[in-house]
Nanobody, 125 residues
Framework: QVQLVESGGGLVQAGGSLRLSCTTSGLTFSINTMAWFRQAPGKEREFVAAITGNGINSWYADSVKDRFTISRDNAKNTVYLQINKLIPEDAAVYLC??????????????????WGQGTQVTVSS
């Protein structure tokens, strides 16, 4: 049984930082592209970042480039999202995703098979 468990969310002031974690089980982690998405109330799920299984290649949404960093530790079956310089627009539930179904669907929420439950990020201004 595959499980993805996110943690690290919370209430942070604008300009602050957070490090989100997504720990997986039941998955051959090191061969899986992993991704982070986010979803704010009343909005569609939005791609944030993705990273290949070997950690060499990563992709970011334009809105988070230069502020967010995705990384992974294959020994710990965990993917991370370092969030810096938080702005109110970053407030959302952040979800991690695994098992990319097609290479060209990396930024598509429908392109991943497994999802975690999410962790809430709230930004105070």
């Amino acid at each position: 049984q595959v499980q993805l468990v996110e943690s690290g969310g919370g209430l942070v002031q604008a300009g602050g930082s957070l490090r989100l974690s997504c720990t997986t089980s039941g998955l051959t982690f090191s061969i899986n592209t992993m991704a982070w998405f986010r979803q704010a109330p009343g909005k569609e799920r939005e791609f944030v970042a993705a990273i290949t299984g070997n950690g060499i290649n990563s992709w970011y949404a334009d809105s988070v480039k230069d502020r967010f960093t995705i990384s992974r530790d294959n020994a710990k079956n965990t993917v991370y999202l370092q969030i810096n310089k938080l702005i109110p627009e970053d407030a959302a539930v952040y979800l991690c995703a695994a098992k990319l179904l097609q290479l060209n669907r990396r930024t598509d929420p429908n392109g991943y098979y497994y999802w975690g439950q999410g962790t809430q990020v709230t930004v105070s201004s």
